[in-house]
């Protein structure tokens, strides 16, 4: 599902970013404009190949069902992503969360504590629910089965932050 969402949505941004409405407007120079503006913009090689590549396949898919006569784009090549910029992620230091928290809208600095303080990825604190948070005796979550990556139920303890902010909730 996801997948099928990001390719929908990378081909219609093509085909809008480039003006491809009719067949005959499909260009190979033009798309190659665009993914050469989206480089020169700051995105990554990653991001050109990936857009190249669902391109390309809903245009051989087009013309493999006889919906097209051929795909304009078969002869672009991707371009070698180890020599790509890499974005360096880090996580915030203590410092810069303390400035964080108090700019927030007060939901969103809920959650960042929340994550912050259970380890949790994003996904995972998105299929987080009431019922599986424990507040007495002793705070905890029940984890586990969340996201597709992890099936197996663990109990976290619960940081009295998070207490403090998700008691009244």
């Known amino acids: 599902e996801q997948h099928y969402q990001e390719t929908f949505r990378s081909i219609k941004k093509s085909l809008d970013k480039c003006n491809f409405h009719i067949w005959?407007?499909?260009?190979?120079?033009?798309?190659?404009?665009?993914?050469?503006?989206?480089?020169?913009?700051?995105?990554?090689?990653?991001?050109?190949?990936?857009?190249?590549?669902?391109?390309?396949?809903?245009?051989?898919?087009m013309a493999k069902d006889q919906r097209a006569p051929e795909n304009p784009l078969a002869y672009l090549s991707k371009i070698p992503e180890e020599d790509a910029k890499v974005v360096v992620r880090r996580a915030l230091s203590e410092k810069d969360f303390a400035k964080l928290i108090p700019k927030a809208r007060p939901m969103w600095a809920d959650i960042y504590v929340?994550?912050?303080?259970?380890?949790l990825r994003a996904k995972e604190v998105g299929h987080v629910t009431r019922d599986r948070v424990t507040l007495e005796p002793e705070p905890m979550l029940r984890v586990g089965g969340l996201c597709k990556k992890r099936h197996?139920?663990?109990?976290?303890?619960?940081?009295?932050?998070?207490?403090?902010?998700?008691?009244?909730?």
């Open 24 to 61: 005959s407007d499909l260009s190979p120079s033009r798309f190659l404009n665009h993914l050469s503006g989206m480089l020169d913009s700051g995105r990554s090689a990653r991001t050109y190949n990936k857009y190249l590549g669902f391109m390309k396949g809903f245009l051989t898919w």
């Open 114 to 119: 929340f994550a912050a303080y259970t380890g």
């Open 152 to 169: 197996k139920m663990d109990v976290l303890p619960l940081h009295p932050v998070v207490v403090d902010r998700i008691r009244p909730i």
